[in-house]
Structures are given as structure tokens and as C-alpha cells.
């Protein structure tokens, strides 16, 4: 079956641009996450989803981050204004139950880089 | 001091070579426990959970000691496609995994 999908692979941007980036989680998967990870480092976790209620936002670094699960399937990671230090690879992690106790299946992640 | 702490490595082993990795976590209330495994520039894959009660899968062995706030992973016989980072998460509260940095193993010839 199709795993977590997520979209652009790679974002190239401007410093000072909006980007939006896109996940699909797995069908039918209640919870969804959203990491952070710089290069050398472990992912970082930046906010979870229960279907379309935002439970968790506390790892946001800035206002100029902000995500949204409007149906509780598909979501977008929005940053505003984007900055040299916004570049990372951008995670999407999905799992079947609340509370994210289980598996959580990753998708392959959009590298965002920020010139 | 970060949350969940492993030694980065390199490991560099060469195949049919156990190799062990050591995790510490800092907090307490910390309720499950994971490795999962990363390779270049692909996306984390869960291993194994880790149960205090120690759990086996084929060449891998984890465990967990709570009282020490302690994991590790146990991999025997190294197989060249074991060459990859291992990550240590903890799973606090409410789904938020918490990534160590990873340590990196190269098994070679």
C-alpha cells in the first residue's frame, strides 16, 4: 500500500519567501507529525495533528511557521518570510492511533533550502 | 544537556562484529521507547520498540533500564546493509517523539 507521501522533494527559496509544503499521510491514519531535521542532527519534532485538531504546536520555532490538517487527511506546512536557518529537511510522520505510542511511518521528507 | 543522548559515532566494524550502542534519556516520565534506523538521506524507519523486559529480533537485542534511564542496541553478526544511523526516540506524552542525534555505524570487509 502507498506510504506517507510529502511534496516538493526539494524547495529551493529565496531568502524573505513563503513556502508551503505538503503531506499525505497514510489513508485512514488518525495522527500526524510534523519534524524538523538539520543536517547531523536527529529529527526535531514541530507539531502533531489528532485528525484536524492541533494538539501540539510547541515545537514551532517562530510565528513564521504555522501548519494546518483542515480535513484530517492531507497537511501543509506553511513558512513565512523564510530565513537561511529555516534550511532543513522537513519530516511528515503519520500512525494509525492517537498519541503516537506506536509506529510512527515517515514520509521521505522535503529539503527545503534557503539562499 | 539534550533530552536523549547518544555517542555519534562513527562506529566503524567489520562484518560478522557485534556492536553495541548506549542511549541515556533525561526524563523520568519518559513512557515508551524506540530505535529506529536512518539511512542516507532517506527517512527514519522504526527497528524495534524497546520494553524493559528486553526484546530479540533476529540479530538485534535491545533493552531498557528505567531505573538507569537507559537503552541500548544490540546488533550481532554485522551485515554490511547494516551500515546506516541508529537513532534512539523517546516517546514522552501525547506522541511527540524525541530524536537522539544518532550514532553511525559503517560495517566494512
Known amino acids: 500500500g502507498a506510504g506517507v507521501s510529502q511534496s516538493p522533494r526539494y524547495k529551493v527559496a529565496k531568502r524573505g519567501q513563503d513556502v508551503a509544503l505538503r503531506c499525505d499521510p497514510i489513508?485512514?491514519?488518525?495522527?500526524l507529525f510534523w519534524y524538523q531535521q538539520a543536517l547531523g542532527q536527529g529529527p526535531e519534532f514541530l507539531t502533531y495533528f489528532q485528525n484536524e485538531a492541533q494538539l501540539d504546536k510547541s515545537g514551532l520555532p517562530s510565528d513564521r511557521f504555522f501548519a494546518e490538517r483542515p480535513e484530517g487527511s492531507v497537511s501543509t506546512l506553511k513558512i513565512q518570510r523564510t530565513q537561511q536557518e529555516d534550511s532543513a529537511v522537513y519530516l511528515c510522520?503519520?500512525?494509525?492511533?492517537?498519541?503516537?505510542?506506536?509506529?510512527?511511518?515517515f514520509g521521505p521528507g522535503t529539503r527545503l533550502t534557503v539562499l | 544537556r539534550k533530552e536523549v543522548e547518544q555517542d555519534p559515532g562513527p562506529f566503524n566494524v567489520p562484518e560478522g562484529a557485534t556492536v553495541a550502542f548506549n542511549c541515556t534519556y533525561s526524563n523520568s516520565a519518559s513512557q515508551s521507547f524506540f530505535w529506529y534506523r536512518q539511512d542516507c538521506r532517506k527517512e527514519p524507519k522504526l527497528l524495534m520498540s524497546v520494553y524493559s523486559s528486553g526484546n530479540e529480533d533476529g540479530r538485534f537485542t535491545a533493552q531498557l533500564n528505567r531505573a538507569s534511564q537507559y537503552i541500548s542496541l544490540l546488533i550481532r553478526d554485522s551485515k554490511l546493509s547494516d551500515s546506516a544511523t541508529y537513532l534512539c526516540?523517546?516517546?514522552?506524552?501525547?506522541?511527540?517523539?524525541?530524536f537522539g542525534t544518532g550514532t553511525r555505524l559503517q560495517v566494512t570487509l
Open positions: 510522520a503519520s500512525s494509525p492511533t492517537s498519541g503516537g505510542y506506536n509506529e510512527q511511518f
Open positions: 489513508s485512514g491514519h488518525v495522527s
Open positions: 526516540v523517546v516517546n514522552n506524552a501525547g506522541g511527540k517523539l524525541t
